[in-house]
């Protein structure tokens, strides 16, 4: 399937990611932790390169997308046998235009199924970086406490030459950081400071797409950015098939309460008079998660701005570079 799509245009403008190795950052390089601390804090977003074998990779990947193609390519019907969010979670099956998409009310173009890390690992029952003292943020994201990281498989079906609209609408990324694997282009961010260049991210072979999430936004108050970003159809010739992504969602736990961080000179103070809103990451999660489906929270309830994230944050000019 790989061999037979579209190679990314060479006329469209990409954003300008660095590219870091994972062999560098787990062999503690000091000059790829600095690049990478540098991506972390100015724009929010990366490649990382799973240095190994190519081939190995690349078959590897290949199968994810083959598991995901024959899981969408189910009836609709049996698809929404697991759709769980009566159940106030967002895992589970969302079909195409179960959520809003911007504030006009458009809905969304892509269906998703989400798979909870809990249920992989049994940690409960299944469903039909900055100075900080050591281990700060790995104690709260544990792998045997509950919490919102899933893997999400996605499909965007081709749209209508005459009728294309935004996929996935602007948006931060509601956990810790995010892991996407995609082969067509579809993915655009905005630049800090911009309003209006949305700029494409190309995606590359052997590299996976990381971008840091609104959780390590609120810990470090705001070093760290969370960058808006949106999906639209694919540029050129890659527009006419069916784009489809794997992602993981790395959130922390449950119960975790998504606040300034103490203990280290690296994070600013909150400003003088300023009071933090706390919210639990499940509290953060499934606001933001559950917001923008009116089926869901229904629709006297239905409240656009109660979806939105950490966007004025990443709408600031980026101040490390």
Known sequence: MADTLPEFPTDVATAPLLRLSLLKLVKHDAAEIGRFINACCDLGFFYLHLDGPGDAIQEQSQQ???????????????????????????????????????????LDRNEFYNISRDDIFGTTKPWPAPQLPKDTLSSMHRVNVPSGDHVRMIKAPPQPVDDKQIALGEHTDFGS????????????????????????????????????????????NGVLRSNIHRVVSPPGAQEQHPRYSVVYFSR????????????????????????????TSKEWIIRRALGSRPQVVGDDAYDWSKSSGTEDISRRTATVS
């Open 64 to 106: 994810m997308f083959n598991i995901a193609e024959g899981l969408f390519d189910l009836p609709l019907g049996e698809k929404k046998k697991y759709d769980f969010s009566a159940h106030k979670t967002y895992f589970g099956y969302k079909h195409l235009g179960g959520s809003v998409a911007d504030r006009t009310g458009r």
């Open 177 to 220: 950081i995010t892991i996407l694997f995609n082969r067509l282009g579809g993915l655009q961010i905005l630049p800090p400071g911009d309003d209006a260049t949305w700029t494409y991210v190309k995606p590359l072979p052997n590299h996976a797409i990381i971008n840091i999430g609104d959780a390590l936004v609120k810990f470090t």
């Open 252 to 279: 922390p736990e449950d119960d975790v309460p998504l606040r300034r961080l103490q203990g280290s000179a690296v994070i600013p103070p909150l400003q003088d008079g300023a009071e933090e809103e706390v919210a």
